[in-house]
């Protein structure tokens, strides 16, 4: 068998990393090609490389992140009241192994969002399935699955996702059928996935925001008890802009 129908067959089963690195391996002068197990492991490191690579760009398009935020590029200091020890940590993203909650909160634009769809995009670059919804979006989403007839088809699709990203809760008030979604989406979530909601709002707000006692303790004891929370300080950084 010569290279060219080597490489026609890694093409046709689809090794498109291997394809590409023997073919770079072609083009150089003879001694300098790899050879025997180096040939071998090389072409298995770039497959694995590209295809992490394809998984990474998957990942990110199915979660429709609001702002394609880098972890490296959201500033750390105390004007902002987020530590470069506590930003790490949320980076190396042990939380959504330990089911736990993110709650972001702070006046607007001060980089909720941001910083919220920056640890989505490190999921992301984690093989984490993540997916974010402006609670607006989600509202929507809920009507119109009920309308449809597959609530539960939506609710059981949330359940499956690893990180949801719920950005803005409390500018939108909540009808009856919203708070009950809500709340099953906590118990489903509960110590098992995770969750990172941002909000103007001050987490002790929040009881006052869902205005139905027994449905927001319900609420707030499954998101808020096994959490961590970031009260971003500083003027808008829309301003500054």
């Given at each position: 068998?010569n290279t060219?129908?080597?490489?026609?067959?890694?093409?046709?089963?689809?090794l498109?990393?291997?394809?590409?690195?023997?073919?770079?391996?072609?083009?150089?002068?003879?001694?300098h090609?790899?050879?025997?197990?180096?040939?071998?492991?090389?072409?298995?490191?770039?497959?694995?490389l590209?295809?992490?690579n394809?998984?990474?760009?998957t990942?990110l398009k199915?979660a429709?992140?609001?702002?394609?935020?880098?972890?490296?590029?959201i500033?750390c200091?105390?004007?902002?009241?987020?530590s470069?020890?506590?930003w790490?940590?949320?980076?190396?993203?042990?939380?959504?192994?330990?089911?736990a909650?993110?709650?972001?909160?702070g006046?607007?634009?001060?980089?909720?969002?941001?910083?919220a769809?920056?640890?989505?995009?490190?999921?992301?670059?984690?093989?984490?399935r993540?997916?974010?919804?402006?609670?607006n979006?989600?509202?929507e989403?809920?009507?119109m699955a009920?309308?449809?007839?597959?609530?539960?088809?939506f609710?059981?699709?949330?359940e499956?996702?690893?990180?949801?990203?719920l950005d803005?809760?409390?500018?939108q008030n909540?009808?009856?059928t919203?708070?009950?979604?809500?709340?099953?989406?906590?118990?489903?979530?509960?110590?098992?996935k995770s969750?990172?909601?941002?909000?103007?709002?001050?987490?002790?707000s929040?009881?006052?925001y869902?205005d139905?006692?027994?449905?927001a303790?319900a609420?707030?004891?499954r998101?808020?008890?096994?959490?961590?929370?970031l009260?971003?300080?500083?003027?808008?950084?829309?301003?500054k802009?």
């Amino acid at each position: 068998m010569n290279t060219n129908q080597t490489l026609e067959q890694m093409k046709e089963l689809k090794l498109a990393g291997m394809a590409a690195s023997y073919s770079s391996q072609l083009n150089l002068p003879v001694n300098h090609q790899l050879e025997g197990h180096e040939l071998i492991a090389h072409l298995l490191e770039a497959e694995k490389l590209h295809r992490g690579n394809d998984r990474m760009t998957t990942l990110l398009k199915s979660a429709r992140l609001r702002y394609q935020a880098l972890p490296q590029s959201i500033e750390c200091n105390a004007t902002r009241n987020l530590s470069k020890t506590t930003w790490s940590t949320l980076l190396e993203s042990n939380y959504i192994q330990q089911g736990a909650n993110i709650l972001i909160t702070g006046s607007t634009g001060c980089g909720k969002s941001y910083v919220a769809c920056a640890l989505a995009y490190q999921a992301c670059l984690l093989g984490i399935r993540t997916r974010y919804f402006n609670m607006n979006r989600l509202i929507e989403g809920i009507v119109m699955a009920k309308t449809e007839g597959s609530y539960l088809k939506f609710l059981n699709q949330l359940e499956k996702i690893p990180l949801i990203v719920l950005d803005d809760f409390g500018l939108q008030n909540l009808n009856k059928t919203s708070k009950l979604a809500l709340l099953q989406i906590m118990e489903d979530r509960y110590a098992k996935k995770s969750l990172i909601v941002t909000s103007q709002l001050p987490v002790s707000s929040w009881y006052e925001y869902i205005d139905e006692p027994t449905l927001a303790d319900a609420i707030m004891d499954r998101m808020t008890a096994n959490s961590h929370r970031l009260e971003l300080k500083g003027e808008s950084l829309r301003k500054k802009k």
